[in-house]
DNA sequence: GTCTATACGGCGATAGAC
DNA sequence: GTCTATCGCCGTATAGAC
């Protein structure tokens, strides 16, 4: 039927635009007029559809977390499950890792690039980035420390939540896409060649988690 | 006089209560009627001080953006000065660059503490994280990443750079003090003990580079 | 000069009429 | 589903108190 589709398109276009102004400016920044125009909607239809604003960021950040989640979960138990019965190695679960959204061809899409963004606003706000990042992402992530764990038996646990720390402080930064880097390189290394950035983090947090094994 | 050192109060807490709430709420979720109220000042007297809000930002950024470099470049000189005319160690110029602000008793201030989210807030941000960044801190920065181009000579720059993204991203994550951590490790972990962090972070942070000339 | 009290024009989210 | 009205708070200018 046309009239679900169009109900439909409207939804979206409202997802689209609250998701690449939030991402850009916080949720403080956006305002739901900003939103509404960006999306060629009445004022008032974002609340009809998804009730305050506080619940429109909600549906923002829901709407991609369980596709990213499915991808990494895929590729993790993939590394997990070629291994068995033995271990994969922490290669192989880093990239697991970053790979599935560093490298797929969707993520060159604006929509994507925006949500990653946002996820780097929020991951980094003392005031949300406890609470949401744990809400959307927290059994990945732990499945994801297993896998660690399967790697380095050695390895006490707070040195790889210590890690995790890490890389997860890499990864948002570079989800932040700000240019930063650019600047400091003069060129050299480009904040939204996200493909590209992957192979040098990839490295570098291997070998974070590596060392840790060899301390021993 | 005291009309001198009345002002400079005022002033000052003008300043504490604006990085407090920017810190926690972001440039946009705040409003100088609660800075002034938390300061205990007329609504008006931050115009008058500081001019528009977004000059008191920077107001609040550049006060302690200079002690801070002065730390780090004190420390990273030292350990160039000791190593002379040989190179210093990568986990000696990490430390330079970590332990000043990690491990400094001042840091327990809830004044740094506060600037430290601050900081971690406009790093990821995409609309300043690229320019308020480079203006503050970039002298620094540049002389940090010389000091590994010595110690690591064979390493090409764009591995350096992008090791110095990890670093920053794993550095302003710790910042935020999300509390994300703490949840995530079931309390092994704490985000607002920076010192015991710094450790953690050194190590894993000194890997990251190490690993770089060893795969030449 | 330093600071407070107040006023103003504009825009915020959202409830209720349609 | 859409449009409009409402009410409150926004940043800032200004007038005058100390």
Redesign the interface.
């Given at each position: 039927m046309t009239g679900e589709t169009k109900k439909q398109e409207k939804r979206d276009s409202i997802l689209d635009a609250a998701e690449a102004l939030f991402?850009?400016?916080?949720?403080?920044?956006v305002t739901l007029r900003a939103i509404a125009k960006q999306a060629g909607v009445d004022v008032a239809l974002a609340n009809y559809h998804f009730g305050p604003k506080r619940d429109l960021f909600d549906a923002v950040l829901m709407r991609r977390a369980q596709i990213l989640n499915s991808w990494r979960l895929q590729a993790l138990e993939d590394v997990i499950a070629k291994a068995a019965p033995g271990a994969p190695t922490v290669e192989e679960i880093i990239r697991s890792y970053f790979e599935p959204v560093l490298k797929r061809s969707q993520v060159e899409q604006e929509g994507w690039k925006s949500y990653y963004?946002l996820i780097?606003?929020v991951?980094?706000?003392?005031?949300?980035?406890?609470k949401l990042?744990?809400q959307f992402f927290?059994p990945l992530?732990?499945r994801f420390?297993e896998a660690l764990r399967m790697a380095l038996p050695a390895v006490p646990?707070?040195?790889l939540?210590?890690?995790?720390?890490?890389l997860?402080?890499?990864?948002?930064?570079?989800f932040?896409?700000?240019?930063?880097?650019?600047?400091?390189?003069n060129g050299?290394?480009r904040?939204d060649d996200l493909s590209d950035?992957c192979d040098?983090?990839v490295?570098?947090?291997?070998?974070?988690?590596?060392?840790?094994d060899e301390?021993q």
């Open positions: 991402a850009r400016h916080g949720y403080d920044g963004a780097a606003y991951n980094n706000s003392p005031e949300w980035g406890g990042m744990t927290d992530i732990q420390i646990d707070k040195n939540y210590w890690g995790y720390h890490c997860s402080g890499a990864l948002t930064l570079a932040a896409q700000t240019g930063r880097i650019d600047h400091l390189s050299l290394c904040s950035a040098y983090i490295d570098f947090i291997t070998a974070g988690f590596s060392q840790m301390a």
